[in-house]
């Protein structure tokens, strides 16, 4: 240590000069020491000798010469005995070795080691077996969509015009379809038929409707009549009157029923009260043939043969001289398909007809068509899926097919095809696995379209029978 020492100090003179010896200082000392000027040196002779070697400082790193002498001079560390006996038993404690030098945490063992005798330990699930895990399936990535229905009944006398609306499916699982003059109920728990009503001049029956209870069921007529009915009773309850031509199209929004007909005029009727007309939309200039509610009930979608869609608000069910909030004209024929987005309550789906073939997606607080998509085909009816981000369309010729739509990409998922005959109307059950079609071929066809529902162990007495069970021996709604 001595010799690494003196290798690290600089030569001084002292200030005696008599004593003709050299002090040396430690470089702890001179922390900052003064830098010598250099001189310029002399030329030098040929074959003469220097008289001494002087050393260059600035090649010298002082900050490491210090914390080497630092570390030659400091002494070992003490260890505590109480720290090392606190060492110790935390070793034991955390690894379990009771000393052993080799133990591991995790050892490759076919159960984990029991816990010592007398301990109480509430999380129990650190000496148990995941038992549950094979009752949760993982999520399917894909789901197989049956190209064939499940069933297909007869539907003679299907009015085949396409700015009608004959079929609903309603709340309590009853299925309502007018053919010709006549309106059946197909109860889809029990597969009973029920004819409610037949109509002589007043018809055809030219739109049906269901109220959200599930048990009154609204049915506009050719002679510019609305007939409220109730389906359990098989009873009429009452006549609505206002319109001067053919009703095609009903809305519900609570007790509140939106009309339209071929007089261009929607009607609000309140059917608790006797004068029943609470307001009066005048905006299309051609027979309205389309209209619905949104979910929340805020606001109202109505098409036309004018090739218009109008956004009403909700305050203007009640006025006599309302303005919609929006007017699209961007199709280019008549909008009947109308279909509010279960998941954002501001997106609207409309389609068009023969010449404009387009499903066009509109945000309805802003009035801006956010997607439009060419189906090539007249689009006839639309109907969100409750479970996935999908959509599912009908057309008209060529094809007569179903279309599902993945959105908002709106990649073709599949096309289902049968019918011999534009597919005119739409309905979805109330579990929203099952759509039924019906179309101009005299055909009624139910797919499950938007997957199957998980079978899960419940009371019986408690248990709610789905539609594709009860779709049994039926082959004729009449």
């Known amino acids: 240590m001595q010799s690494m020492a003196k290798s690290f100090q600089t030569p001084t003179k002292t200030n005696s000069v008599s004593c003709g010896k050299w002090d040396s200082v430690s470089l702890r000392e001179n922390v900052s020491p003064v830098q010598l000027k250099k001189k310029t040196p002399k030329a030098k002779t040929p074959g003469r000798a220097t008289d001494r070697f002087i050393t260059d400082r600035s090649a010298m790193d002082f900050n490491v010469a210090n914390l080497m002498l630092t570390k030659e001079n400091s ?23 009771n000393g052993q030098k080799q133990s591991r945490i995790l050892a490759f063992k076919s159960k984990p080691p029991p816990p010592p005798e007398g301990l109480l330990n509430n999380n129990r699930t650190l000496y148990s ?3 549950g895990a094979a009752q949760f399936k993982p999520k399917k990535m894909f789901r197989h969509i049956p190209q064939a229905p499940e069933r297909t009944l007869d539907a003679p006398d299907m009015v085949d015009d396409y700015y009608l609306n004959l079929m609903d499916w309603s709340s309590s699982n009853v299925l309502a379809i007018a053919l010709g ?13 029920e004819e409610l009503v037949t109509v002589d001049e007043e018809g055809p029956i030219t739109s049906v409707s269901w109220a959200p209870d599930g048990q ?11 007939q409220l009915w109730d389906s359990t009773s098989l009873r009429q309850l009452r006549t609505l009157r206002g319109h001067s031509a053919r009703v095609g199209a009903l809305a519900w929004n609570g007790p509140t029923l939106a009309t339209g007909g071929r007089d261009n005029a929607i009607l609000n009727h309140d059917v608790r009260i006797r004068d029943h007309v609470i307001g009066s939309m005048e905006a299309h200039e051609q027979e309205v043939c389309g209209l619905k509610w949104s979910p929340s009930g805020q606001q109202l979608a109505s098409g036309g043969n004018d090739n ?3 956004i009403w608000d909700a305050s203007a069910a009640s006025s006599a001289s309302a303005s919609p909030l929006h007017s699209l004209d961007e199709h280019q024929a008549a909008v009947k398909a109308l279909a509010w987005c279960p998941f954002q309550s501001n997106l609207l789906a409309s389609g068009g007809g023969t010449a404009d073939r387009c499903i066009k997606f509109w945000n309805t607080h802003t009035g801006a068509c956010v997607n439009s998509i060419d189906t090539h085909s007249q689009v006839c009816a639309l109907q969100w899926s409750k479970h996935e981000k999908e959509i599912l369309s009908s057309h008209g010729f060529s094809q007569n097919q179903l279309c599902l739509w993945k959105y908002p990409s709106m990649v073709k998922m599949t096309e289902l095809s049968g019918h011999t005959s534009r597919v005119l109307h739409l309905a979805q059950s109330p579990d929203g696995y099952t759509v039924a079609s019906a179309a101009g071929d005299e055909t009624l066809r139910f ?6 529902p998980e079978t899960k162990e419940v009371n019986i007495s408690h248990r709610t029978k789905k539609v594709g069970s009860a779709l049994t021996s039926l082959t004729r709604i009449r």
């Open 181 to 193: 003059m006549t309106v059946y109920l197909w109860d889809a728990t029990t597969s009973s038929i």
């Open 308 to 310: 218009i869609l109008h």
């Open 129 to 131: 077996q995941n038992v």
């Open 75 to 97: 002494s070992m560390d003490v260890i505590s005995p109480s720290r090392d006996e606190y060492k110790k038993q935390l070793a034991e404690s955390l690894l379990n070795n």
């Open 447 to 452: 797919w499950n379209v938007f997957g199957t």
């Open 216 to 226: 009154y069921l609204a049915v506009g007529l050719n002679n510019s009549t609305v």
